[in-house]
Structure formats: structure tokens, C-alpha cells
């Protein structure tokens, strides 16, 4: 079941990035549609260049001894930037389209926000147990009384 729904997926999105190049090829041209795409894709590589400075950067600064903190939802906020980057670098406008909007900080605040509510539970006190991993109790527990003397 799963198989076929990741293919029906990858197929929609290959239709997809079809029927978008069509698109632009008939709004600007051929030649300016492929230029498009080959400019997205060195947009999406430099980005890529950029993040990996950056995390070079930090793990250059950790390994000195400097205290390098994350702030709340950076690693979300750039592992969604590094989504933006590959997207980018595919071929296609589709996923050029879905690549900028994620570079938007407000897109990605956005989604981020969406996926932490999300992944709260109601109750945190709440532990959720594989079958194998407890048992029922058939007998209960005896009642101490207290004599009095």
C-alpha cells in the first residue's frame, strides 16, 4: 500500500513539474525557461554552499571550546532552508516555486509553528506502551487491617 502511494505520489509530481515547464515555456520561451531552471539551480547551489560555511562554522567553534547555543527551532528552521536548497537544485518549476517559498523566514516560521503544535501530546505525563511491554494484573493487592490492641 505504501509502495503505490509513494509512486502515485513521485508520478503527480513528475506530471506536475511538466505541465509547470510547459507553462513558463509558453509565457517567456524556451530558451529563457531553460535559463530559469539552470539559475534556479545555481540559486539552490550557492545556498547550499552558504549552509555548509555555516555548520562548518559552528562545529569550528565547538571544537575551540566557544559555547555555541541553538536558539528554540533552529534546527527545524534550517534543516527547512536546506529542503528550500534541494528543492531549488531539482530540476523544474514546481519545485522551484515550493524551494522559494520555503526561503521565506515567514513561510518557514509558519510551518514550524504548524508542525510543533502538532506534535504536542494533550497530556505529557501521558508513556505509550508497546503490548509486549506490560501486563495485566489478574489478583489484587490484599487490604491491611489495622488491629487494635
Do not use: H
Not at 531552471?37 to 575551540?64: M, N
Not at 504548524?114 to 497530556?123: F, G, P, Q, V
Amino acid at each position: 500500500m505504501n509502495s503505490k502511494l509513494v509512486g502515485a505520489a513521485v508520478a503527480a509530481w513528475i506530471v506536475l513539474e511538466i505541465l509547470a515547464f510547459a507553462l513558463v515555456v509558453r509565457a517567456v520561451g524556451l530558451l529563457a525557461a531553460i535559463v530559469l531552471a539552470i539559475g534556479a539551480s545555481l540559486l539552490g547551489l550557492a545556498d547550499v554552499k552558504r549552509l555548509l560555511d555555516f555548520f562548518r562554522e559552528r562545529v569550528a567553534a565547538r571544537a575551540r571550546g566557544e559555547s555555541v547555543t541553538a536558539a528554540d527551532g533552529a534546527m527545524l528552521d534550517g534543516a527547512l532552508q536546506a529542503l528550500a536548497s534541494i528543492l531549488l537544485i531539482l530540476p523544474g518549476f514546481a519545485s522551484d516555486f515550493v524551494g522559494l517559498a520555503l526561503k521565506s523566514p515567514s513561510v518557514r516560521q509558519n510551518l514550524a509553528r504548524r508542525w510543533r503544535s502538532r506534535a504536542k501530546t494533550a497530556d505529557p505525563r501521558l508513556i505509550d506502551l508497546d503490548p509486549r511491554e506490560w501486563r495485566r494484573e489478574t489478583r489484587r493487592p490484599r487490604r491491611s487491617v489495622a488491629k487494635e490492641s
